[in-house]
């Protein structure tokens, strides 16, 4: 196993006990990570960035208030632990901090991030928990997505799940 991978196995395990405290814990970052691998081409040079930020994503709770109060700060003390730069712990901590927004001009790091985040919903461990609450907008999941082979493999999961 390189390096690289060593580190972002050993952050898994220092956010796990975070992660689990979430209403959608562990397994949708799990979920939104798996995502991320097998659907976007991501650059080498991005790599650590891209899965540090997926996988602190919701470390600060499960609302959306605490994950952007407590996440950069709990993300730190993580990042720190495995020895990351504080420029690399700072862009980590921004994408936490507006993983739900869409922004006018993304990173490609947050891009990848927000639309695997998006593309969780529709697999079906998630989807029913989206799906039952009323006036729900799939639509307006789909074309906030940034890629269009997001948005593509967005439509056809939905047409699956409404079968």
């Keep these: ?10 952050l898994f395990e220092l956010a796990k006990p975070y992660l689990k405290k979430n209403d959608l814990g562990y397994s949708h970052t799990q ?3 798996d995502i991320a691998q097998k659907n976007f081409d991501i650059p080498n040079e991005l790599e650590d ?3 540090a930020s ?7 709770g499960s609302s959306v208030k605490e994950q952007y109060d407590k996440g950069p700060e ?5 990042l720190h632990q495995l020895g990351y730069s504080d420029e690399f712990i700072k862009m980590v901590c921004e994408n936490i901090q507006t993983h739900h927004n869409h ?4 990173s490609q790091t947050f891009k990848i991030l927000y639309d695997s985040d998006r593309l969780v919903m529709f697999c079906p461990e998630e989807f029913q928990n989206y799906d039952s609450r009323p006036n729900f907008n799939w639509v307006e999941v789909i074309d906030s997505m940034y890629n269009d082979h997001s ?3 967005a439509k056809e999961l939905l047409q699956q ?3």
């Design 74 to 78: 709990i993300a730190t003390f993580l």
């Design 151 to 153: 948005k593509n493999l």
């Design 103 to 106: 922004l006018k001009k993304p």
């Design 54 to 60: 997926i996988i602190l994503h919701d470390i600060g």
């Design 31 to 33: 979920r939104v990570f």
């Design 49 to 51: 960035l891209i899965f």
């Design 161 to 163: 799940r409404k079968g």
């Design 1 to 10: 196993m390189d390096h690289k991978n060593f580190k972002i196995e050993k």
